[in-house]
């Protein structure tokens, strides 16, 4: 089968590659019908994810059609259409009885590895390093599912498939994004970052109740795009200081929840920013976290900062006394997909949102290279590529 491969720093290439087989009772086949490039790849992509090697198979968003499963699913059968959340889940460990299948203690075979850098393992996912547990991903013509009969969602309705793609992890990440910020009738909620995982947390802190949500990034079409789906935005180039200006648009309080959906690759001007930079590139600090220290300072003080964009280790500069002194919560996580995966079909169902608003770019799996170029760079207003094999 052809399959989009990790073959270095900023190169990745189509390849043939052996077709996956089923290797476990509870494992699926699946034939991918559509697959997407995520901002979390770049990070791959980029080389600020560790334990990625030569040749690794990428991608954790995709959908498609069920044609073989192994005798201990019984859930699916050949021909069913299915949705994949990324992360990989037994659906019977600890984590996952708690529903925080993004931390299942039976998924990822490199646990240790995980384990040193994080302190306790976490779940496998899908083409996202060895550190996740080097399964092979979505962006292929196949791709094989372990646990196939606790994590696919079969889909029983005719929408398109990039109405239904995301489900996989950009919209159900904006979504517990928002959750975790407990939002209340008349809060106003910042969102870092107008990428896709920002415009969902956007349209879903909507959802949930906030009456004003506030966007910031520096690119306008990105901007664009939220405003037209109802958020105010703000350019941080057009601006002194992103916190004071957070302050002004709220009546000298600060928004009631800040969500980061930015991560370790920030960007900005200034001597915090070359700070960042260049122990990043020494290895001292893994992280760029200025959107995050953005956030600390720019909430109201007893309000919740929620972490949604990816970190990988350790960061410089924390604004600890402001989380203390000011009484912020801090609540963050990889998203617990499966949770939420009936919960928002059926919002989507019920027409309360089109999450194929992020569509940018639809190409072939064969063009996978240019849509990663693309994206990195944000080249031809580029928000969210779609892959076909
Ligand atoms: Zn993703
Ligand atoms: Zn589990």
């Known amino acids: ?218 690119f306008e079409y990105r901007l664009d795009v939220a405003e037209r789906q109802g958020s105010e935005t703000l350019n941080y180039e057009r601006v002194d200081g992103v916190p004071e200006a957070l302050k002004e648009l709220t009546g000298g309080r600060g928004p009631d929840a800040c969500i980061d959906a930015v991560g370790l690759e920030a960007h900005f001007h200034g001597p915090a920013y070359a700070y960042d930079r260049v122990k990043q590139a020494l290895r001292q600090e893994t992280e760029r976290p200025i959107a995050l220290r953005e956030a600390i300072m720019s909430v109201r003080s007893g309000g919740t900062v929620s972490i949604m964009g990816v970190y990988g280790g350790l960061m410089d500069k924390f604004p600890i006394g402001a989380v203390m002194n000011r009484g912020l919560t801090i609540r963050s996580g990889q998203c617990h997909v499966h949770r939420y995966l009936r919960p928002l079909l059926q919002r989507i169902e019920d027409g309360e949102i089109d999450p194929s608003f992020i569509v940018t770019h639809r190409m072939k799996l064969s063009d996978a290279p240019k849509g990663y170029e693309l994206f990195k760079h944000k080249q031809d207003d580029c928000l969210k590529v779609v892959l076909s094999p």
Not at 5 to 22: A, K
Not at 139 to 147: G, K, L, M, T
Request: charged share 20%; glycine share 12%; net charge negative.
């Open 1 to 218: 089968m052809r399959a989009t491969c990790w073959m270095g720093r900023n190169t990745v290439e189509v390849e043939n590659v052996p077709d996956p087989r089923l290797l476990n009772e509870r494992d699926a086949i699946v034939r991918v019908t559509s697959t997407a490039i995520c901002g979390s790849d770049l990070h791959l992509y980029d080389g600020y994810v560790p334990t990625m090697k030569k040749g690794d198979i990428l991608g954790h968003e995709f959908m498609g059609e069920v044609v073989e499963v192994g005798k201990g699913v019984t859930n699916l059968r050949e021909g069913d259409r299915v949705v994949v959340p990324f992360p990989i889940a037994c659906g019977a460990c600890n984590a996952c009885a708690r529903e925080q299948y993004s931390l299942c203690e039976n998924s990822n075979p490199n646990a240790r590895l995980a384990e040193k850098l994080f302190g306790f393992p976490t779940a496998g996912i899908f083409g996202y390093s060895h550190l996740t547990g080097g399964f092979a991903g979505g962006q292929a013509e196949y791709v094989r599912v372990p646990f196939a009969d606790v994590g696919p969602l079969k889909i029983e309705n005719d929408l398109p498939d990039e109405v239904l793609l995301f489900l996989t992890d950009v919209f159900p990440t904006g979504f517990m994004g928002a959750e975790l910020c407990d939002i209340q009738p008349g809060d106003v909620v910042a969102v870092w970052g107008a990428g896709p995982v920002g415009q969902f947390a956007a349209a879903s802190a909507r959802l949930l109740g906030a009456e004003r949500v506030i966007v910031i990034d520096r």
